[in-house]
């Protein structure tokens, strides 16, 4: 049960919220027609005549975005409706020729799953089942534009017809950090799906944000909607501002009014936008156009067999090799991070070891070059061959760092590079003995005082034998000799 709580001068206030996500399908063509749909083309250049809404133009379902919503279905173990409707839902769309939205109300293809998510990341193992409503495909509007042209507004029709999935959760959210977890956790899941690419910044995944408040315990307030917002930290914006100011006017008389909200990023608050409409106000009906949807066993079938490993069932896989959960769910929550570190595991990298490296170790040596993570040079492979000759003794854990950064500037393998520098681990126990009978000597002082209790100089010997055979001796035989030339 979430701590979250707004307080109030009349006492504490708890947050109910719901997530209206709306994502783009993974699809080359829209959802009723060949048009495509590449992000940043030319304006009004992916506009077919249904799209358009020419006289005598039928749309028809892209079987691909069907299939992609179904596979999303099953990735949240939803139940998948073999029998699907399309209704209009009638709305004066100024940037949608036909005048209404082709979506599904009463009959959606998608019905009840759940998305499991950890709402404080430190602490992954501490988990929250978020309810989800519905899945229904719809189309996408196309985008007005209103600062081009000072007494004209013009509009951009490649986004009509788009196919979106809504996805509509039950308010099961308590907090800020509740639904930034469950949108990033539904994001991951569509991205290993590959149903859509959750992309925020190029609006190929937003949400509607409905928030209200009450005392806990007690009957559900009034919601609000704030539409389309783009970033996990602006929703968490979003529920923030909301809350505190439907407490303000909860305790202030003013009460809080049905209503849709958008979002001002500038200002981080949210302002009307137009009063909140029910269903009959949109007068639902069955597009007379589209046949309802009936899916047969089979193809439910081959979408059930084509999902990938999805992220909960690769972070137990992960926990199971003992890597820890915090680790585990790192690397799980990007699919592309995952991918690449299921190939350091093929490339025969031992997990534990691997998935302090790929966490802890790389990303400071990538950032610091300035390189992103998915740069051809970084390849599991040279990873896994760093680790490999760490785990044989022929560098150290030290040295990889450096090695890594030295294959990333100069290329050719990481075992050409240790070759090429010197730099290969010794465990020459004559070399090394003669090196620490050096050190000791010339530090007799701190000799005497290691022998008389003062145990954390064992360390400074250590560095001091490392300092004078740069960084190549076998630490394992440094520690082994030392021990013996000092406690023995």
């Known amino acids: 049960m979430s701590e979250y709580r707004i307080k109030g001068q009349q006492g504490e206030y708890e947050v109910v919220i719901g997530l209206e996500v709306h994502a783009q399908v993974t699809s080359n063509a829209k959802l009723f027609s060949g048009a495509a749909t590449a992000f940043g083309a030319e304006p009004n250049t992916q506009v077919s005549l249904v799209d358009a809404a020419m006289p005598g133009m039928l749309p028809v379902p892209n079987k691909e975005c069907i299939r992609q919503a179904v596979r999303t279905g099953m990735a949240i173990d939803a139940q998948i409706n073999k029998w699907s409707r399309f209704d209009r839902k009638n709305y004066f769309y100024a940037d949608l020729p036909q005048g209404y939205q082709i979506s599904q109300l009463y009959h959606p293809l998608v019905g009840e799953g759940e998305v499991e998510v950890s709402p404080d990341e430190k602490n992954p193992d501490k988990t929250k089942t978020i309810g989800v409503e519905r899945i229904h495909v719809e189309q996408d509007a196309g985008k007005l534009m209103h600062d081009q042209h000072p007494t004209m507004s013009y509009v951009d029709l490649n986004r009509c017809g788009v196919a979106l999935m809504e996805i509509v959760s039950k308010p099961d959210m308590r907090s800020p950090a509740e639904a930034g977890a469950y949108l990033r956790k539904l994001r991951s899941i569509l991205r290993y799906v590959g149903s859509c690419d959750g992309n925020m910044e190029e609006g190929s995944m937003r949400a509607d944000v409905n928030v209200s408040v009450r005392k806990p315990g007690e009957e559900l307030g009034t919601r609000t909607e704030t539409k389309n917002v783009n970033s996990v930290r602006f929703v968490q914006q979003v529920i923030e501002h909301e809350a505190k100011r439907q407490v303000k006017a909860i305790e202030s008389g003013e009460g809080v009014s049905q209503e849709t909200r958008l979002f001002d990023v500038a200002k981080g608050v949210t302002r009307p936008l137009r009063s909140k409409e029910d269903a009959h106000d949109y007068r639902y009906f069955p597009d007379p156009d589209l046949l309802p949807l009936e899916l047969d066993d089979a193809f439910l079938a081959e979408c059930r067999e084509s999902l990938p490993e999805l992220p909960d069932?690769?972070?137990?896989?992960?926990?199971?090799?003992?890597?820890?959960?915090?680790?585990?769910?790192?690397?799980?929550?990007?699919?592309?991070?995952?991918?690449?570190?299921?190939?350091?595991?093929?490339?025969?990298?031992?997990?534990?070891?691997?998935?302090?490296?790929?966490?802890?170790?790389?990303?400071?040596?990538?950032?610091?070059?300035?390189?992103?993570?998915?740069?051809?040079?970084?390849?599991?492979?040279?990873?896994?061959?760093i680790l490999a000759m760490v785990d044989k003794g022929e560098i150290s854990k030290g040295q990889a760092k450096e090695v890594m950064e030295l294959y990333l500037d100069e290329g050719g393998t990481p075992a050409e590079v240790v070759e090429k520098h010197g730099m290969k681990q010794t465990s020459d126990t004559g070399a090394i003995e003669a090196e620490i009978d050096k050190v000791l000597e010339a530090n007799a002082d701190k000799v005497e005082q290691y022998k008389g209790g003062k145990e954390q100089l064992f360390g400074f010997f250590v560095g001091q034998t490392m300092k004078a055979m740069r960084?190549?001796?076998n630490p394992q035989v440094v520690n082994q000799i030392l021990r013996a030339k000092l406690d023995g």
């Open 471 to 473: 960084g190549q001796a």
């Open 313 to 385: 069932a690769k972070l137990k896989r992960y926990e199971d090799l003992g890597i820890t959960p915090y680790n585990a769910a790192v690397l799980t929550a990007e699919v592309e991070t995952a991918k690449w570190f299921d190939r350091l595991l093929d490339a025969g990298a031992e997990a534990k070891a691997a998935s302090n490296w790929a966490n802890s170790v790389l990303p400071g040596i990538l950032n610091a070059k300035d390189i992103d993570f998915s740069d051809a040079r970084n390849t599991p492979e040279a990873s896994a061959e």
